[in-house]
C-alpha cells in the first residue's frame, strides 16, 4: 500500500479490526519511510460494476459517489455516518448480487431513494428532487402528493 503523504511503497499494517457494521476491515497503517499513518478499509467486492449513464457513456462504479450523494441528502439531518455507510454497502451488495456488472444510474437512483426513504423522509425528498430533477415548487408537491399519503 502507497503512502499517501510521501508515496513510499513500503507500508506496515500496524492494527486490524472488523468495521462497526461488519462490512469492512479496517487497517491502521505505518509507513516506514516518514513514519505517518493513515486508514485504510479493505471491502468484499463480488464483481466490477460498469455505470451506463443516461447519455450512453460508461463509467467506473464509484463507491465514493453513492456515499456522497446519501450525506447530501442527509446533511444536518438526524442520521448517524456508520448509517451511510451501511446504506452504501447495503446497495452495492445489492447491485452486485443482481448478476449484471452493467448497472444504469436509473437503478442506482431508485436503490438510493428506497433507502432514504426508509432512513429520513427530508433526506428522501432532497434526494428525489436531485434525481428526477424538480425544477418547480408543483414538481415537489406532486412527488409528495403521490409518495405521502398526508401530503
Not at 445489492?94 to 423522509?121: C, F, N, Q, W, Y
Amino acid at each position: 500500500m502507497r503512502c499517501p503523504f510521501c508515496n513510499h511503497e513500503d507500508t506496515q499494517v500496524k492494527d486490524s479490526r472488523p468495521s462497526e457494521d461488519n462490512s469492512a476491515i479496517r487497517r491502521r497503517r505505518e509507513c516506514a519511510h516518514c513514519d505517518a499513518r493513515f486508514t485504510t478499509f479493505e471491502r468484499v467486492q463480488l464483481r466490477d460494476l460498469t455505470v451506463i449513464k443516461v447519455d450512453g457513456r460508461r463509467e467506473n462504479f464509484d463507491r465514493e459517489k453513492l456515499v456522497r450523494s446519501l450525506k447530501l441528502a442527509t446533511r444536518r439531518r438526524p442520521v448517524e455516518p456508520e448509517v451511510i455507510e451501511r446504506t452504501a454497502s447495503d446497495i452495492i451488495r445489492h447491485l452486485e448480487a443482481a448478476g449484471d456488472s452493467d448497472v444504469t444510474t436509473k437503478v442506482i437512483g431508485e436503490r438510493a431513494m428506497e433507502a432514504l426513504a426508509k432512513i429520513d423522509p427530508v433526506a428522501y425528498v432532497r434526494y428525489a428532487s436531485v434525481y428526477k430533477d424538480f425544477r418547480e415548487v408543483e414538481d415537489y408537491t406532486d412527488f409528495l402528493k403521490k409518495n405521502y399519503k398526508k401530503a
